[in-house]
């Protein structure tokens, strides 16, 4: 048997998330279901980097399987666009060692936020960003994003429906905002997301933009846990997981 690491993008608009689940399409059943056509019926497993949720998309999701298949390196990625709907597709295939696992050997994560608050809409980005037109003060937005980099314990900043029940501290390595055009992009990289913790942190950052919350709510939420100081939780479709790191 070889492990193969594959890294993948996709649409998440018509999917009920990355894992099976009962109800609804997901990613790893279609990328499954291609794998079983490969393997002539036989089932195969695949382990990712982390879950998304419905709607969410993905520009460097990551996943491995076993094979017993000799197929060169090379010719995975085309082997499986012939199998997988338009909107998944699998841009990168490598042989690693056993020992590698998609979950366990994570280092960092970097997740994008696209926002678009403008009054105007656009209609062929209506999938993967974010409508909310407001009067934004970027000055204030950008000062307070930055309060998020560092060791912290990001409580505030989860969804109560998590089923974690460990420790929710977690290190960002990098926050920024950036304005590009008539968009905002929100880059967050960290060693570690909890549930809905990028749509609540990019909620919170929009709502001190609309003067609704000061730039201190952020490490006061950071140090008393208290999900009510933080903002609300924005939309799914506007988040991209972008780039897995190992």
Not at 15 to 22: A, E, K, L, N, V
Not at 44 to 73: C, M, N, W, Y
Not at 85 to 95: F, L
Request: charged share 30%; hydrophobic share 35%; net charge positive.
């Amino acid at each position: 048997m070889k492990r193969v690491k594959c890294t993948v993008e996709y649409d998440g608009t018509g999917y009920s998330g990355f894992q099976i689940q009962p109800n609804g399409k997901t990613v790893q059943e279609e990328l499954e279901k291609a794998l079983r056509t490969m393997h002539k019926g036989e089932h195969v497993r695949i382990i990712a980097s982390g879950r998304t949720d419905a709607g969410v998309h993905a520009k460097g999701q990551v996943f491995h399987f076993d094979t017993s298949l000799a197929v060169p390196e090379n010719r995975w990625v085309r082997a499986l666009e012939t199998l997988l709907p338009s909107d998944i597709y699998v841009k990168q295939a490598e042989y690693v060692e056993e020992s590698f696992h998609a979950q366990f050997d994570v280092k960092e994560k970097e997740y994008r936020y696209y926002v678009r608050p403008v009054r105007s809409r656009d209609v062929f980005r209506r999938r993967t960003v974010y409508h909310h037109p407001r009067n934004l003060d970027m000055e204030k937005m950008q000062e307070a994003v930055k309060q998020f980099v560092g060791t912290h314990d990001f409580t505030a900043f989860c969804s109560a429906k998590t089923t974690l029940k460990g420790n929710k501290i977690r290190t960002v390595s990098r926050a920024e905002l950036n304005v590009i055009g008539e968009e905002l992009e929100f880059i967050v990289r960290g060693n570690g997301f909890l549930y809905n913790m990028v749509r609540i942190m990019m909620g919170t950052l929009l709502e001190i933009g609309e003067g609704k919350k000061e730039i201190d709510t952020i490490p006061r939420a950071l140090v008393e846990h208290n999900r009510r100081l933080a903002g609300f939780t924005t939309p799914g479709h506007g988040l991209f997981l972008w780039e897995v790191s190992y």
